[in-house]
């Protein structure tokens, strides 16, 4: 009988804060706006069904690709896929929100600068 694979707490939460870092900037430059990218379960739910299919490739590639070199990023891959699904499932039609007026030119500027830290840590 196989094991059961049990991530470490602290590298599965650096996965999946780098994976919620790809899919928001995926989600951005599909063009969502910058209140939907919020988190990630909203994100999710407010992508369209374009977006939608674009982050499920990417992290089936992903789970594929790390699947024996890193097996906790490969779990954290198949974590949000499921997530996912099931957001999607509950949610076939995007759940987008409207931007209030103190958020919608801070938001976008928080968003930028997020996306623009995780792709310098990830540069490191």
Same mark, same amino acid.
């Given at each position: 009988?196989?094991? /059961?694979? /049990?991530?470490?707490?602290?590298?599965? *939460?650096?996965?999946?804060?780098?994976?919620? %870092?790809? #899919?928001?900037?995926? %989600?951005?430059? !599909?063009?969502?706006?910058?209140?939907?990218?919020?988190?990630?379960?909203?994100?999710?739910?407010? @992508?369209?069904?374009?977006?939608?299919? /674009?982050?499920?490739? @990417? =992290?089936?590639? #992903?789970?594929?690709?790390?699947?024996?070199?890193?097996?906790?990023?490969?779990? %954290?891959? /198949?974590? #949000? =896929?499921?997530? !996912?699904?099931?957001?999607?499932?509950?949610?076939?039609?995007?759940?987008?929100?409207?931007?209030?007026?103190?958020?919608? !030119?801070?938001?976008? %500027?928080?968003?930028?600068?997020?996306?623009? *830290?995780?792709?310098?840590?990830?540069?490191?």
């Amino acid at each position: 009988m196989p094991e /059961r694979f /049990r991530p470490n707490p602290d590298e599965f *939460r650096q996965s999946v804060d780098l994976l919620c %870092a790809k #899919i928001q900037t995926v %989600a951005v430059r !599909a063009g969502m706006s910058d209140v939907d990218c919020e988190d990630l379960e909203q994100s999710l739910a407010a @992508m369209p069904p374009v977006v939608r299919d /674009r982050v499920k490739l @990417m =992290l089936n590639g #992903i789970d594929i690709q790390t699947e024996y070199d890193d097996p906790t990023m490969s779990f %954290a891959a /198949r974590y #949000i =896929l499921r997530l !996912a699904q099931t957001l999607w499932d509950q949610n076939p039609h995007p759940v987008t929100y409207e931007p209030d007026e103190w958020g919608s !030119a801070q938001s976008r %500027a928080d968003a930028r600068e997020r996306i623009n *830290r995780s792709r310098r840590d990830n540069s490191r």
